[in-house]
């Protein structure tokens, strides 16, 4: 029988193909070497390459043998425009050696693959170990050699028929244009499970699960003449450390009409007039707030300088004129650094170095009391703080990047009278209540900013007054969080988040929760960002 | 010390990736490289790095329904699993009404984009050169910190249908920033070209640093308000590059883009910016040397968006141009905006007074439909008087329009390669001159150095 063009390449060319591509050894090692083989393999490829970068000179190494698996759907009105599955897997050593990191990583994981890399990280930490002023020096970490973690998921979201998927999306799109006035709507669902098996020459074997979903959209309203466009977005709806039951929980079809409604409300809003107003700000607004002002400037690498040539330095140096000494806010102020809170994205059983999760005073009573650290970095500051201990903050987007000191879950926590937002609202005079983030902008020592929202209402007499737009509040950190003069309690407590973080150079993205109340700040500047 | 598929390799693995096919029809993707980096600060390297990629994407059509799988494990198991896994995907999405038939057979322009010394820069090599950074930064009483990063890859793409392209090349990046010891000053330089030869030697860019942290001390704030500028190529970059992104017609032509004409349609045909500035893409241009196909094998070539301050052409997909008649027009092929031949010190005696601005952070859109960002300097901005820079000055959060800016020229530079992303890294080619622009808006001081 005759056969076709892709019959004939199929039947008869694998072993020619294989012979010539895999000359780099890949479609003769079928079926592929390690995935989906047993936990006891991928830590004896660790164990080699650990061996191997010992007999390289490591003075230590650890290995990360990692499989993501992540889907996106995404649609647009009535259409799915993407529907997309990955899969990635590979295996990445940090080697050092005289005092410098060095790092190497490689899709093929196989066991020579893996001595490989391990020697090769060495080689460049080797190559780069000239005139090395200051030799890493790790603190203490106890081993872990049997070390087991994974998000707390109801529901596996990679097991959720994408047609259900789908019809979630289609549904909830058709919910926002059903308002009149919305005309374009996109939506999508995300999910990741990331599987990390860890070790270390220090004795941890570490096998973690880490699953992340994000469901979105945003509603655009546009005027019958096109001359006005404006887009909600579904703030409140924050990306999670859960299972799908985060999905079918977010009611994105429930509340579209809402978002959609406030889209459209949004186009005859009235323009915000610039001025000092008390803020009352939403936790959904107010989230990227604490990232932005207390994430970012209490990270020490920043504080150290070790990212100045991309993310920027921090206001919050040096440490020591600081630390038990700067007034961040009021008394009744509190942000935690943690790894431990459930469901949030930050949350790990270790870190990307071995490091247990830890729950952790960042500012206490108002005043800075830590920053959040590595294992080279905590020794910088031990003595300030009494801790010697890592916060456990190491972390790598992948097996392909080395890791660094990344924001943990960063936490405003709730006041002691349980205040919720009318509360706070029947408290006010005259101000303005946001919700929801919009575009922002910070200075590179994470000082001076400016925050949008999605949307915004005047406040009167202790009530809510109609919705004004254009709005943004800028000023300095430390007069914003020193004007804090009401905070909401535990009822009004709400963890949200962000999943595209960036840092590093290479640049690499993280994800890490905010958890806050509803608070007050008095007599901001507020401005008009369309004039 | 390249490690990337070959043009064989590449064809051969697609095709047998497409043999693996069920489906009405079948594309695939390839990229492979190797990525190294060495990062240093405190005047010292801090880490150095190696990562050897490689991914594939496969989209399976079935009846009109698309889904995709990219994976990275290439043996022939993962890869079996991987097509049957988009053809399900396939199976359970619904029909696209915009998908298009995959295209047939193309062609493409060709550039020489792989530099053998760019792909030879180990880690000896970078460490060599971030070194000549430090040690003069450290020699000055100063504290550098700095990345070097180098890819070598290559891309192929083919299809059911009979697409075939490849492309491979290199990019390297260098930046610093030297900052003073005790903080008061900050100075960055970078750099960025497919080949590592034809940029500025490390010492000259920390030359440039070590001046600009040197002369920022000492900033005092001046009011914020409306102020001439003379913008380093580099800001001019940090501005310009949203702009490629927006050439979109789809968004003008449904009034979601700047580019709308108000009641309806776009704006090709008008003047949108200074007369003697034009836009262009190329993947050919030496200056830019950027891969000559989208992904889906569709041909970029060189493009006049903006010509003598008219807006020419704005991209169009293929689903897009369908709809209008019209040709379709891909996006890419980097972008270089030209006008004049001043070089900065020019700019710089030509202004009475005015600031003389380095490079911009933390830009982000303050309305993607009206065009307006904001942001804030950086690491150098210094106040110009009868033409000389006279003093540092505190940073500022600015407000503006890029393309309105663009239309408040005074002075054209002579444009040059610039390392136009915030993260310093391998990004997008984005060739820009130094400009003049008057009446450009602050709003308020930073106190951040």
């Not at chain 1, 008869?12 to 083989?37: I, M």
């Not at chain 1, 005079?429 to 005047?458: H, P």
């Not at chain 2, 580019?259 to 030496?286: A, I, T």
């Amino acid at each position: 029988m005759r056969q076709t063009r892709r019959e004939f390449i199929k039947n008869t060319s694998l072993a020619a193909a294989a012979a010539s591509v895999s000359g780099r050894g890949e479609l003769l090692a079928s079926p592929s070497p390690v995935v989906g083989q047993s936990d006891a393999a991928l830590k004896e490829l660790c164990l080699l390459a650990l061996d191997a970068a010992r007999t390289a000179g490591a003075t230590y190494a650890d290995v990360r043998i990692v499989n993501v698996r992540d889907q996106l759907v995404t649609t647009r009105e009535s259409r799915v425009t993407a529907v997309s599955d990955n899969e990635a897997f590979g295996v990445g050593v940090r080697a050092l050696m005289r005092g410098v990191w060095g790092f190497a990583a490689t899709r093929r994981v196989t066991r020579e693959d893996c001595q490989r890399v391990a020697t090769e990280a060495v080689a460049q930490a080797e190559a780069s170990s000239r005139a090395v002023l200051r030799p890493v020096q790790l603190a203490a970490v106890d081993a872990y050699p049997d070390g087991v973690w994974r998000s707390p998921i109801r529901k596996e979201p990679f097991r959720v028929p994408l047609d259900e998927k789908i019809d979630l999306l289609l549904s909830a799109n058709a919910a926002a244009l059903g308002v009149r006035g919305a005309r374009l709507v996109s939506s999508s669902i995300s999910i990741l499970r990331q599987q990390t098996t860890f070790a270390s020459t220090e004795g941890s074997i570490i096998e973690q699960t880490v699953y992340r979903t994000v469901p979105e959209m945003t509603v655009t309203a546009m005027a019958a003449d096109s001359s006005s466009v404006q887009s909600r977005s579904s703030a409140e709806v924050a990306p999670m450390g859960l299972g799908y039951e985060h999905v079918e929980q977010a009611n994105l079809s429930e509340r579209a009409r809402q978002w959609a409604e406030e889209a459209v409300e949004k186009l005859s809003a009235r323009p915000v007039e610039p001025g000092r107003f008390d803020l009352v700000l939403e936790p959904s607004n107010l989230l990227l707030t604490v990232r932005e002002t207390i994430g970012h400037p209490t990270e020490l690498d920043r504080v150290l300088g070790y990212e100045a040539n991309y993310g920027g330095s921090s206001f919050l140096t040096p440490p020591e004129e600081l630390i038990g000494k700067l007034q961040y806010g009021p008394e009744f102020m509190n942000v935690l650094g943690d790894r431990t809170q459930e469901g949030a994205l930050a949350t790990i059983g270790w870190d990307d170095e071995g490091v247990p999760a830890d729950s952790w005073s960042i500012v206490k009573d108002g005043v800075l009391v830590d920053y959040q650290t590595t294992r080279e970095q905590v020794g910088r500051i031990s003595d300030l703080t009494g801790i010697t201990r890592s916060h456990g903050c190491s972390h790598a987007q992948s097996w392909e990047w080395v890791q660094l000191q990344r924001m943990p879950n960063i936490s405003l926590m709730p006041g002691e009278d349980d205040y919720v937002s009318d509360d706070l609202i029947a408290a006010t005079d005259r101000g303005i209540l946001i919700r929801g983030s919009g575009t922002y902008s910070i200075d590179q020592q994470r000082y001076a900013f400016r925050f949008g929202g999605q949307v915004a209402y005047e406040i009167r007499d202790g009530r809510l007054g109609g919705m004004v737009r254009d709005v943004a509040y800028e000023g300095n950190v430390l007069e914003f969080w020193n004007s804090m003069d009401m905070l909401g309690g535990p009822r009004s407590y709400f963890i949200g988040g962000t999943i595209g973080d960036v840092k590093g150079q290479p640049a690499q993205r993280s994800a890490a929760s905010h958890g806050c109340p509803p608070a007050r700040f008095h007599d901001c500047s507020v401005i008009n960002t369309a004039q | 010390m390249a490690d990337y598929f070959t043009e064989a390799e590449a064809r051969e693995l697609c095709e047998l990736i497409l043999a693996q096919s069920g489906a009405d029809a079948t594309q695939v993707t390839l990229s492979s490289g190797s990525e190294g980096f060495t990062r240093s600060a405190g005047n010292q390297i801090t880490t150095s790095g190696e990562a050897h990629i490689a991914k594939a994407t496969v989209t399976s059509i079935v009846a009109g329904r698309a889904g995709s799988v990219r994976w990275n494990d290439l043996s022939l198991a993962a890869l079996q699993r991987a097509v049957a896994r988009s053809e399900e995907l396939a199976r359970s999405a619904p029909e696209d009404p915009e998908r298009m038939p995959l295209l047939g057979p193309q062609q493409y322009v060709e550039n020489q984009a792989f530099f053998t010394a760019t792909a030879d820069l180990g880690a000896t090599e970078r460490a060599d050169a971030l070194l000549s950074v430090t040690e003069p930064a450290m020699a000055a009483g100063l504290v550098a910190t700095g990345s070097i990063q180098r890819v070598a890859r290559s891309e192929a793409v083919a299809n059911s249908s009979g697409v075939f392209a490849y492309h491979d090349s290199t990019l390297a990046a260098l930046t610093t920033t030297i900052r003073t010891a005790d903080g008061a000053g900050s100075g960055w330089a970078g750099a960025t070209h497919n080949d590592w030869l034809y940029m500025p030697a490390p010492s000259e860019l920390a030359n440039r640093a070590i001046e600009k942290a040197g002369s920022s001390q000492g900033a005092d704030p001046v009011p914020p308000g409306i102020y001439k500028v003379v913008l380093e190529p580099t800001a001019v970059g940090n501005l310009v590059q949203p702009l490629q992104p927006a050439l979109d017609a789809r968004s003008a032509d449904e009034g979601r883009s700047f580019f709308s004409r108000p009641g309806g349609g776009n704006m090709v045909g008008e003047q949108v910016v200074d007369e003697r500035l034009s836009l262009v893409s190329d993947p050919s241009d030496p200056d830019l040397l950027t891969c000559p196909f989208t992904e889906d094998g569709f041909p970029v070539v060189r493009t006049v968006w903006i010509e003598n301050g008219l807006l020419r052409n704005l991209a169009r997909s293929r689903y897009w141009a369908q709809q209008r008649g019209r040709e379709a027009i891909a996006l890419g092929g980097g972008i270089k905006l030209t006008g004049g031949d001043a070089t900065t010190a020019d700019l710089i005696s030509s202004v009475d007074r005015g600031l003389l601005v380095t490079r911009l952070s933390h830009i982000r859109a303050v309305d993607q439909r009206s065009f307006v960002y904001t942001g804030l300097t950086r690491d150098g901005t210094f106040l110009i008087e009868n033409g000389q820079v006279v003093r540092p000055v505190s940073n500022l959060r600015f407000v503006e329009n890029p393309l309105a800016m663009l239309n408040k020229i005074e002075t054209i530079g002579t444009a040059v390669r610039v390392v136009a992303a915030e993260s310093g890294g391998i990004g997008a080619a984005v060739v820009v001159p130094p400009l003049v622009v008057r009446d450009f808006h602050f709003t308020s001081v930073s106190e951040a150095v």
